[in-house]
């Protein structure tokens, strides 16, 4: 994603590669994984482009609420992040509580970007808290990499996670 930016310009970024995925693997639908900033784009997206072409969604450490760090942030999508912004309101308001497709929030009770960390849990989604990971390390965890496998293997299940050795 590009830094800085407006979140809502990654949307046709997104509804790109979409078409683009969509087109090569013959598939009627696709998945969405989204980690941080990302798993924001993922909403603008379904907001903008509907649910037709998705699957389902997941998102790793997603500040769905914002984050007290993005004040600190430089760029417009800093200040779409920030806890309560008016962009963070009305992408809220546009979903109100539900989602289209099955929704799966992993996060970290101790990641240091999003915080608080359960800016990350979201309503009608179903949340998966992992401990003992941090932000950038959901990407590379394997008890997130398992979380994320169960989320698309089947209907979506709420769990907690201990820590525990990646």
């Not at 699957?55 to 984050?67: D, F, I, N, Q």
């Not at 008890?143 to 089947?154: D, M, T």
Request: hydrophobic fraction near 40%.
């Amino acid at each position: 994603l590009e830094p800085f930016c407006d979140i809502d310009r990654h949307v046709p970024v997104l509804a790109r590669r979409v078409d683009e995925v969509r087109g090569r693997s013959s598939a009627g639908k696709v998945v969405l994984i989204g980690h941080s900033m990302g798993g924001l784009a993922i909403r603008a997206y379904l907001r903008a482009c509907g649910p037709q072409y998705i699957e389902r969604v997941v998102t790793l450490g997603a500040p769905h609420h914002g984050s007290l760090l993005a004040r600190l942030a430089p760029g417009e999508n800093g200040r779409q992040m920030r806890p309560d912004s008016p962009w963070l309101r009305a992408l809220a308001a546009s979903e109100r509580g539900a989602f289209p497709v099955p929704f799966t929030s992993i996060y970290s009770r101790h990641d240091n970007l999003v915080a608080p960390q359960e800016s990350s849990r979201l309503t009608g989604a179903d949340n998966v808290a992992l401990t003992g990971v941090g932000h950038l390390t959901l990407l590379f965890s394997r008890r997130a990499c398992a979380a994320v496998e169960r989320a698309l293997a089947g209907p979506p299940v709420r769990s907690e996670f201990p820590a525990a050795a990646d």
